[in-house]
């Protein structure tokens, strides 16, 4: 089993541009969650999906969209990049809902916005 | 507010040299706390989930405890493989969805 990918590993992104980042995993997990983590501080849940259909905002959802594609993807959208969501951002997941069991992570994408 | 806090930011052992790290916590309602291996350029690594206090969980060289207010991850004649940032996270019962609450980390270094 792959567990938990993500695409891109890397991007470069200008002020003001879209993009999409992928997630997939193959654990048969009901909750899926993206995070972003910046230096000196704890990863911080964006969004998360507690069940194919379902998504709910986490602490920081502002500048971001996700769609929950099927039980497998969780996609993160930004919309208009800005250079404050310049972070790794990590995808999730777990077998049922959130903090009630342990989640697994994917690689990380690490997004530069200039 | 809920918090978590992690000590130290960094820790530097000898091989064999054995230390613990501290997870502290202020949350309304905990439900669970979990602890973390993360290399660097890589996702976290899920170790321990520990329910309620006095509750212990042992891998290898590594031993999680839990009180009312803080966690301990212990860890016993460390190798230079140990090396890796430990996460710890905690899971309130509060607000609109059951918060998972992630420390900022402890860095440890293993040195031969």
Known sequence: ?114 | EDQVTQSPEALRLQEGESSSLNCSYTVSGLRGLFWYRQDPGKGPEFLFTLYSAGEEKEKERLKATLTKKESFLHITAPKPEDSATYLCAVQAGSGGYNKLIFGAGTRLAVHP
């Open chain 1, 1 to 114: 089993n792959a567990g938990v990918t993500q695409t891109p590993k890397f991007q470069v992104l200008k002020t003001g541009q879209s993009m999409t980042l992928q997630c997939a995993q193959d654990m048969n997990h009901n909750s899926m969650y993206w995070y972003r983590q910046d230096p000196g501080m704890g990863l911080r849940l964006i969004y998360y999906s507690a069940s194919e259909g379902t998504t709910d905002k986490g602490e920081v959802p502002n500048g971001y969209n996700v769609s929950r594609l099927n039980k497998r993807e969780f996609s993160l959208r930004l919309e208009s990049a800005a250079p404050s969501q310049t972070s790794v951002y990590f995808c999730a997941s777990s077998s049922r809902g959130l903090g009630d069991y342990e989640q697994y992570f994917g690689p990380g994408t690490r997004l530069t916005v200039t």
